[in-house]
């Protein structure tokens, strides 16, 4: 491990508490990065894979317009996702070995914000559509819209409540 002087540390920032270089700023939080769009895509792929078995279910001719518009959505929606995942993936390959970690973490940082906001969007979606089918279409559009408002929410209270807490 490295100490702070350490010739290797001469671009460590010794404010944030942390002995690291840059490079080692950087591998951590492409490693945290990638440990968050994990979480991600396992959520991506039971709602996807959800999805993909209904369209196979007899109860699905008998969906009306609004809920076979709402499914596709969500279809196209899952595959955006999965598709943004993938492309983290892709960056990391692209630029492997090029030393432009800081460069590919930065990215990857904005392609996972995007890939939350369609998670988000997808999971109030599948609960929406849930609701629409075994309820009614209030009770799905209710679920929807209170889908969004907690995922959504969670990014602004959620921050707040922890910045208390400091």
């Given at each position: 491990?490295?100490?702070?002087?350490?010739?290797?540390?001469?671009?460590?920032?010794?404010?944030?508490?942390?002995?690291?270089?840059?490079?080692?700023?950087?591998?951590?939080?492409?490693?945290?990065?990638?440990?968050?769009?994990?979480?991600?895509?396992?959520?991506?792929?039971?709602?996807?894979?959800?999805?993909?078995?209904?369209?196979?279910?007899?109860?699905?001719?008998?969906?009306?317009?609004?809920?076979?518009?709402?499914?596709?959505?969500?279809?196209?929606?899952?595959?955006?996702?999965?598709?943004?995942?993938?492309?983290?993936?892709?960056?990391?390959?692209?630029?492997?070995?090029?030393?432009?970690?800081?460069?590919?973490?930065?990215?990857?940082?904005?392609?996972?914000?995007?890939?939350?906001?369609?998670?988000?969007?997808?999971?109030?979606?599948?609960?929406?559509?849930?609701?629409?089918l075994a309820v009614n279409r209030s009770a799905g559009l209710i679920a929807l819209a209170a889908g969004l408002v907690i995922g959504f929410g969670m990014w602004v209270f959620m921050p707040l409540a922890t910045d208390r807490e400091e």
């Amino acid at each position: 491990m490295t100490q702070p002087g350490d010739a290797n540390t001469s671009d460590a920032n010794p404010s944030d508490g942390r002995a690291e270089t840059r490079n080692q700023r950087a591998d951590r939080n492409w490693n945290e990065l990638i440990q968050e769009v994990r979480v991600t895509q396992t959520c991506t792929q039971i709602l996807g894979g959800f999805l993909l078995a209904v369209a196979f279910q007899p109860r699905f001719a008998e969906l009306d317009d609004f809920q076979r518009t709402l499914y596709l959505v969500l279809v196209a929606l899952a595959g955006l996702a999965t598709a943004l995942a993938l492309a983290l993936v892709m960056l990391h390959r692209r630029h492997f070995g090029k030393q432009q970690k800081a460069r590919v973490v930065l990215t990857g940082n904005r392609l996972l914000r995007a890939n939350l906001v369609i998670v988000v969007a997808l999971t109030a979606g599948v609960t929406g559509l849930v609701f629409d089918l075994a309820v009614n279409r209030s009770a799905g559009l209710i679920a929807l819209a209170a889908g969004l408002v907690i995922g959504f929410g969670m990014w602004v209270f959620m921050p707040l409540a922890t910045d208390r807490e400091e």
